[in-house]
């Protein structure tokens, strides 16, 4: 599935913004946790879209039958 896989670059391009803001010394802690909070937030969201598509990649549902996917999440 292309969508599984623009999601995977999605969480690596976040992965590695989070990574230079963390190595950019010229950036206060307080501004660094007011930054990334949206971007770890935005990946939290993107692991869960990641989880479900990869969960109906596996267990397609079948005709005229709703997917049920939220009976398998663990929150």
């Known amino acids: 599935m292309k969508s599984i896989k623009h999601i995977e670059n999605a969480i690596a391009e976040l992965d590695a913004e989070v990574q230079e803001l963390l190595l950019d010394w010229s950036v206060p802690l307080n501004e660094k946790d007011n930054i990334m909070l949206p971007m770890l937030q935005q990946k939290k969201v993107l692991l869960q879209t990641l989880e ?3 969960y109906l990649k ?5 005709p005229n039958q709703a997917c049920g996917i939220s009976k398998y999440r663990e929150d």
Do not use: I, K
């Open 52 to 54: 479900d598509l990869t």
């Open 58 to 62: 596996e267990h397609p549902p079948t």
